[in-house]
């Protein structure tokens, strides 16, 4: 049921309503929106402080242009809710019976005025680049903008996209949302740079947009609706690149979003008089406290460590290492690239990097790990979170970072299959000095394993056999408690294979020769994955072969239990295959 | 035979020796090098404007500093024959019989001198953070320097690393050498602020590396040794990280380079007194004017097509596009993630962008093929040149982008196997509207093939199939000669697949129901290739499956038919390995 149906904004059903209100009326919607974010975000989680900072620089943009034929990209569109009140989807925020309605993200699938499905940070300039010139080519008139900020700066397609916005001839506005922060504290030379020219007003000559041949301007107060209008009217319509620099605060109307700007990007449920989370976390050793452990322990010991991350300490509990060894924490900021070749570089000269890095957003840095670490063949350890099948958006699959890493040369992959072997597997490959390791984290809850019946050496890999007849499963990382499953109710053999890419062929070849079928379960896309190659492998034995996975397919806010049955990975429906053959 | 035994080159075996040196002894010490670089280059082909471009710098650099204690990253690494030279590998040069002894890159493996295998660009100030920072931990105290420039500084690693380094306390030289070019004609908005910079000998406040904190130097002759050797004393052990912008000219030596930069970037074998190459291009239709030719029918035809490429068009003779459909082409700069981005825009505004892609400096764009495209399902056309196995250096294989692209969910992988085939891929991608579409052009000579028998329509893949018996030949893309001749000499079926990564699974049905063995073939890394999907779907089948292609390893400058022999790929060895099945 609406919660508030004597709100303003539920007679704005699209921008043409709100461009009657008068400013007045406008802040009135701003302070409903803000309630509307922080109501629903209580309730269910999700980005806060940034938007929060945005609310008067999107009813300012609704104003002024005329979406959907204007088009704006939304960088990361995790600041897109105030946006999506204002496009008709209102009632998602509005009724928390609804609450559920709408995406996170930007979505071409939910509404018109949402242009791209986009979650990664920095490809909003680029993206507009592309836009702008079709237009042109199409004899189109409208107004493209990018709205980029948060820490989305410190990216270099960001850079790339500005560097080639700068020298064209057409309309493009590009605005600069600069809070002061990233998901952690911004971190870098664009940092000076911004900070000097919030200080002088937008007027230091050291100023590396007008460096690059863009016409400048500057709002210092971009919270403040009318002066956003007017800096929106006088950009509208021009005919060559502009940047318009927008100065606001993140977390704005709610004190301990702005008093505590990183704990507040996003949220988990929380209570709205406290600020205090209602869910409690689960006591006991996580994939998390483990890799924390090992860290402060090898720094302990003396080890040369360097805990690298791209701009999501929180993600792994970071902030102990970041507070209590700071020598031996480095935040890049939002750039995976620079956290890869960063890595590599500290590798080179001696140093031990462990890089954390969440598995989509590690994307960006594919070339960085082929051409920069393994062709190298450097001794990084990457310890990888969101690897696996998840109820993500599709920018945010964890199905393809196990695929892009494994079937490079010289890296090994390991996949512990509970949190004893990850802690093994990671002394084992900061000690090794060899090769690169990466280590897919359970995103499942595993069991905490026994540290004493855990190998310590994967120089050589050793696949784990509990035998049994006819078929045997074999169940990488945090699968292998679903193979468990299976192999009980058949009576089959279980294999934890350790790594993603490398094969125990004398294994595999016992394997086959004893057994009629081989089943493979990887939390991960099968296309690429660990599976094919044991199929590969296989070909030419007299042994049927079944791999399971995740299809080639976006899924998209998916419950699991879906995904799952879509792709033939309960215990039920393996078993019926099995029957089957 | 040492063609110049009196060079005064035959005396340097080191920067030790060089540092005895005069003024006036390096500037002979700097003729001799170009004469050196041009013979060589005219005889076996090679980069050359950025080698005669640099040899100054080098000098003064290995004058002042201590390598290998002091280390130096060069970017990509393909002006580093001086370097080469200088650090006592000069009779790869002096000495033709001696010419393949040194490779074309920065090689560990060839010399202490060498830090990083390195081929792509802008990764050189990246790593060298990395290496500053562990310096710290390790207790070292060598200058650390990154040499970037000639394009490179417009990839958005190079940001990265820059807004990294910008923040640093500790000693960290990056030298942009600014030569006002890239592989083709600089592009963007750093073009406009580094020419600011030149124009103002350093001095104009608009200075973007000023803005993020830098401490910043200028040279106005780069290719003045003794301006040089100042500069570098005076950067020599400082405690902060400094910028030293130094302005050279690319070619410096030789005035066809001068004039016409782009085309001798990298040269073939030429002649020394007219500049023409000594090799004949062949004659008749290529991979390139095929898709050339589809370009320029489509434009004429009223498509609104962009030809898009990264700073490469001599690759693709791009060159005809660019200057008589100057609309419909663009060059984003050394910025693959801007160019897909660009191009993902262009789609979504309804604009036809074609992306003419390398296989390995592609890979930089991985994120921005999954995220980008491919979430949003976007219709870009992308031709890829150089996939396939090749005798290139570790940092140039092409066996990985087939691997990287092919995987991702909603990307059609196709790989035709003559010219015609090309032709009719190319012409559907841009007619159907619906999916981003990637054509490995072929790099193995093919034949031109009958335009009347070819497929016109993907939508569906349909394997070709020349019916043989017992064994089925299943080969993809410019393999398929090679999987003629197996099947030719075994009277077995041949199969052309049509695509790397979609599967005619009633054919292959069938083909596994006639067949006791079915072999693929792909011109390609196995793991991770269409051979492990093909061997995954029939894992339940009564038929044996091999596959072929290249071992997951790195080769460096490997003859192609060592390759071949290693990795099984040629007929005897697959006959024989068919027959002892």
Redesign the interface.
């Known amino acids: 049921m609406n919660k508030h149906p004597d709100y303003l904004l539920n007679k704005i059903s699209g921008p043409k309503d709100l461009k009657k209100l008068s400013i007045p009326e406008m802040e009135k919607l701003a302070k409903e929106i803000r309630t509307l974010i922080l109501e629903k975000d209580a309730a269910k989680g999700g980005h806060l402080g940034p938007d929060l900072g945005i609310v008067e620089a999107t009813i300012a943009y609704h104003y002024v242009f005329e979406a959907p034929k204007d088009k704006i990209?939304w960088d990361v569109s995790h600041q897109t809710y105030p946006h999506k009140m204002l496009t008709g989807r209102a009632q998602a925020w509005l009724d928390p019976d609804h609450y559920d309605d709408v995406t996170p993200y930007t979505n071409?699938n939910e509404s018109p005025y949402d242009?791209?499905?986009?979650?990664?940070t920095?490809?909003s300039v680029?993206?507009?680049?592309?836009?702008?010139?079709?237009?042109?080519?199409?004899g189109?008139h409208e107004n493209i903008t990018a709205l980029i900020g948060d820490g989305s700066m410190?990216?270099?397609?960001?850079?790339?996209?500005?560097?080639?916005?700068?020298?064209e001839k057409h309309n493009l506005v590009i605005v600069v949302n600069d809070n002061q922060w990233s998901i952690d504290k911004n971190?870098?030379?664009?940092?000076?740079?911004l900070k000097?020219l919030r200080d002088s007003n937008g007027e230091?000559?050291?100023?590396?947009f007008?460096?690059?041949?863009?016409d400048y301007r500057y709002v210092a107060d971009g919270n403040n609706i009318q002066d956003m209008i007017n800096a929106f009217k006088a950009v509208k319509d021009v005919d060559h690149p502009i940047l318009l620099h927008i100065n606001t605060i993140k977390g704005k109307g709610y004190k301990p979003a702005i008093e505590d700007e990183e704990a507040h990007h996003w949220v988990m449920p929380f209570n709205l008089k406290d600020d205090k989370p209602t869910i409690s976390m689960p006591k006991g050793p996580t994939a998390n406290s483990v890799a924390i452990a090992v860290i402060k322990d090898q720094i302990n010991a003396g080890i040369?460590i360097?805990a690298i991350n791209a701009a999501i300490p929180g993600v792994f509990d970071l902030d102990e290492i970041k507070d209590k060894y700071p020598?031996?924490y480095?935040d890049?900021?939002i750039?995976e690239?620079?956290s890869v070749?960063?890595?590599?570089?500290?590798?080179?000269?001696?140093?031990t990097?462990v890089l954390f890095e969440n598995s989509?957003f590690l994307?960006?840095a594919?070339?960085?790990l082929?051409?920069?670490t393994?062709?190298?063949d450097l001794p990084l350890v990457m310890m990888v979170a969101g690897g696996g099948i998840s109820n993500q958006s599709?920018?945010h699959l964890g199905i393809?970072d196990q695929?892009?890493i494994?079937?490079?040369?010289?890296w090994i992959y390991l996949a512990p299959t509970n949190l004893a072997e990850e802690k093994a597997m990671m002394q084992w490959a900061i000690k090794q000095r060899k090769h690169p390791v990466a280590i897919k984290m359970p995103t499942i809850n595993v069991t905490e394993g026994n540290d004493s019946k855990i190998i310590k050496d994967y120089s050589n890999i050793q696949y784990q056999v509990k035998p049994g007849k006819d078929v045997a499963i074999i169940a990488l990382g945090d699968f292998y408690q679903l193979g468990a499953k299976v192999a009980s109710k058949l009576n089959a053999t279980l294999v934890n294979p350790v790594s993603a890419?490398i094969l125990d062929k004398d294994t595999l070849d016992k394997l086959a020769a004893d057994h009629k079928i081989i089943i493979t379960l990887e939390d991960n896309?099968?296309?690429?994955g660990l599976?094919?190659?044991i199929?590969?492998y296989?070909?030419?034995k007299n042994v049927?072969?079944?791999?399971y996975g995740q299809k080639?397919?976006?899924t998209d806010q998916t419950p699991v239990k879906e995904i799952y049955k879509q792709n033939h990975l309960t215990v039920d429906q393996i078993i019926a295959d099995i029957k089957a053959?």
Chains 1, 2 share one sequence.
């Open positions: 990209v071409p242009y791209f499905a986009i979650g990664h920095s490809t680029a993206l507009a680049t592309g836009m702008a010139k079709a237009r042109g080519l199409m189109g410190t990216g270099g397609l960001a850079y790339e996209g500005l560097n080639n916005a700068a020298i971190v870098g030379g664009l940092v000076t740079a000097k230091t000559e050291e100023n590396p007008k460096a690059m041949g863009f040369k360097m020598d031996h480095k890049v900021g750039a690239q620079e070749a960063f890595a590599t570089g500290f590798a080179k000269e001696g140093g990097p989509s994307q960006r594919f070339d960085q082929s051409h920069d393994a062709a190298n599709k920018t393809f695929v892009m494994s079937n490079l040369p010289n890419n896309a099968i296309d690429g599976g094919e190659k199929a590969s296989l070909g030419n049927k072969v079944l791999n080639r397919v976006y053959l």
